[in-house]
């Protein structure tokens, strides 16, 4: 893809960002001093709880949010740009074309009454006005191709498909522009074991072959872990982790101990009768968030500082680790 | 008898309508299935959306009718039991949904939740009553009791409602719970906790479930035993070990496959993704259209399921 030169250059950089949204007792901040890049090409899991902040921030790289929720402070970066400095006219173009977004119960997204190729065809259209019908027809082709569906589907009304058969059109134009980034909001939540596995397989093989980044937003580790290569854990609108996908089946990495705690409460089809441990207590009421570390009340290791100081991303063999667990002073303060 | 099965269900069918008019047609969610549960033990049953296992729950408590077939507990006719018979099964076998959300009513506290079933469990002997809404909040996890007592659904998160559910399930001392995807709706770090209570409560109470799912992960870490259907049928049926380590059934396997970090890599066998045809007069196996393995027989002949091996049991033609 030519609009992206030097190949360290971040797809997606997210800077400082809070997103808060206003409800009738204040102020609640669903997304709080976020920092994240996605990378050229690379597929990044987004890992968190409901009311972590994920769906809030993957609106907010969207600058969709609607309502009461708003961008309080920091930026959004896409290709370099910063989306909300773009006027109405200018944003139109540039999402969908280079960034766009699969989300959650898409295949309840496509419109009834047209059908998947009138609806492919349209986007592709919109965007790409110099384009005859007949040409972005035969792309709508080659695109219904890309995610196996057979050409003579895709004359078909969206109530004549199948669940996984919808999904695999949205995500068709998602990537129908060919954008930098797709944004996938828990995109097989829906659908049963086996079309999911199916279509993660085929996010996999298409994001290998058209050369695309994707941010994939889930609450289900084990299956962020299958497809990512690289994965954020959100908790209570903050990152806690970014590590290596990898890293996780390594019981010898050191890791936030909510990930620790996580990966632990998940059942593995592998292991023999593992003990599971779930993580104590409750996700955190974001009006009134804990001081300090937001997981502490719910740690296993909380220690003096964790009630008040609240820990930062900090470079922890290959990870970024937010916990005092693993800040030196932290550890002698605790003393 | 010591070996005597708690739950015995014997060539189970549930007919539905659907559509209306010209189109009125039946299908058959569950399609002449037999299974036994012992006491204390748990069965988890797997399969996709349209497998019927839901229905097969439902049937079981009685909330659905069967069309056909028998349901024995411990060893007496429960079928048709109406009335107070109905009744009286219905204190053996208690059930807990998936929505913890829309299975407590949200005008009612906690206490009242529990109130009604443990006064039928007393048989409506007032004494009492107060000592055991606290033991039973103490036994599935919900303190402190006195302030949990007054609270309503709403101030309660999602795991302690599902508390709350398992709670008023366990009042009148059910001998067997079926449990229809009891962590599904919840958040990851909550579901094992969840599954942990459930599997204290079986080992204090030696209280048998079924235990609907369709994460093959979670059955095998709280089943005994795992069941898997697919189109309204037994497909295959182990201990959780031997089903997951030697699958036999070709559907097994893809579900196996398909499951996020189990043993395989690489693409799943090619199967079409259709759902199962559940019509009545469909023939031979279910699973047909989508089996890798599939023969000119399984499109005429339905496969009988057959032991295999001990305790371990198959429905397919290879």
Redesign the interface.
């Known amino acids: 893809m030519s609009n992206h030169e030097a190949i360290n250059e971040a797809i997606l950089e997210i800077k400082d960002l809070s997103v808060a949204y206003g409800t009738a007792k204040g102020d609640v901040l669903a997304v709080q001093d976020m920092n994240l890049r996605v990378l050229p090409n690379e597929i990044m899991g987004l890992i968190g709880e409901s009311g972590s902040g994920k769906s809030t921030l993957a609106y907010a790289v969207m600058r969709l949010l609607k309502g009461s929720a708003r961008v309080v402070k920091g930026s959004v970066r896409i290709l370099g740009k910063d989306i909300y400095a773009m006027d109405k006219e200018e944003l139109r173009q540039f999402r969908w074309a280079n960034i766009s977004m699969v989300f959650q119960s898409a295949m309840n997204a496509l419109n009834p009454v047209l059908t998947v190729e009138t609806q492919i065809v349209d986007t592709i259209l919109n965007h790409r006005p110099q384009l005859s019908r007949r040409e972005a027809r035969e792309k709508a082709h080659e695109l219904a191709d890309l995610v196996r569906i057979d050409r003579s589907r895709i004359t078909s009304y969206p109530h004549e498909l199948s669940g996984g058969m919808r999904q695999r059109i949205v995500i068709a134009i998602a990537i129908s522009l060919e954008p930098s980034l797709v944004i996938m909001d828990e995109p097989t939540t829906a659908l049963d074991v086996v079309v999911q596995r199916s279509i993660l397989d085929q996010i996999k093989e298409i994001q290998q072959r058209v050369q695309f980044s994707v941010l994939f937003i889930s609450h289900d580790f084990s299956l962020v872990s299958h497809l990512a290569s690289r994965i954020a854990i959100m908790y209570a609108g903050r990152v806690v982790e970014v590590t290596e996908a990898r890293s996780l089946m390594d019981a010898k990495v050191a890791h936030h101990p909510y990930t620790e705690g996580l990966w632990r409460a998940i059942p593995k089809l592998t292991a023999k009768s593992v003990a599971l441990e779930g993580i104590v207590g409750t996700p955190p009421d974001l009006l009134h968030p804990p001081s300090g570390c937001a997981f502490h009340p719910r740690c296993r290791y909380t220690f003096e500082p964790c009630r008040t100081v609240r820990p930062q991303l900090q470079d922890v063999e290959g990870s970024e680790i937010a916990c005092h667990r693993f800040v030196p002073e932290g550890i002698q303060h605790g003393q | 008898m010591a070996n005597e099965p708690l739950i015995e269900v014997k060539d189970l069918v549930v007919r539905f309508a659907v559509g209306g008019g010209l189109k009125r047609q039946r299908i058959v969610p569950v399609n002449h299935v037999s299974f036994t549960i012992n006491p204390g033990e748990v069965l988890a049953l797997v399969g996709?959306?349209g497998s019927g296992k839901s229905t097969i729950g439902r049937a079981l408590v009685r909330i659905l009718e069967p069309s056909g077939g028998s349901l024995h507990l411990g060893g007496a006719d429960v079928t048709k039991v109406k009335g107070k018979a109905l009744a009286a099964y219905r204190r053996e076998i208690q059930m807990i949904f998936q929505d913890p959300y829309g299975s407590l009513n949200p005008v009612k506290t906690v206490e009242r939740h529990l109130r009604l079933p443990i006064r039928k469990h007393k048989q409506d002997r007032e004494g009492g009553i107060s000592e055991q809404i606290d033991e039973s909040l103490q036994t599935v996890g919900l303190t402190p009791v006195s302030e949990m007592r007054v609270k309503f659904p709403h101030e309660l998160?999602g795991?302690?409602r599902q508390r709350v559910a398992i709670a008023r399930a366990l009042a009148v001392k059910p001998r067997i719970l079926v449990a229809d995807e009891p962590i599904s709706m919840l958040?990851?770090?909550?579901?094992?906790?969840?599954?942990?209570l459930l599997k204290h409560l079986q080992q204090e109470y030696s209280l048998a479930y079924l235990y609907i799912t369709?994460?093959?992960?979670?059955a095998?870490?709280?089943g005994d035993r795992i069941m898997v259907m697919y189109g309204g049928q037994i497909m295959e049926s182990a201990p959780s070990?031997e089903l997951?380590d030697k699958p036999r059934h070709p559907y097994t396997r893809?579900?196996?496959?398909?499951?996020?970090?189990?043993?395989h890599t690489g693409?799943?066998p090619e199967?079409s993704?259709?759902?199962p045809d559940l019509s009545e007069n469909r023939q031979g196996c279910p699973f047909a259209d989508r089996c890798p393995y599939v023969m000119a027989v399984c499109r005429t002949q339905d496969p009988p399921l057959i032991e295999q091996s001990a305790k371990h049991l198959v429905a397919c033609h290879l």
């Open positions: 996709e959306s998160s795991g302690q958040d990851v770090s909550i579901r094992a906790e969840i599954l942990q369709h994460d093959l992960a979670s095998r870490y709280f070990d997951v893809l579900l196996l496959a398909a499951t996020p970090n189990s043993a693409p799943l199967t993704n259709r759902s």
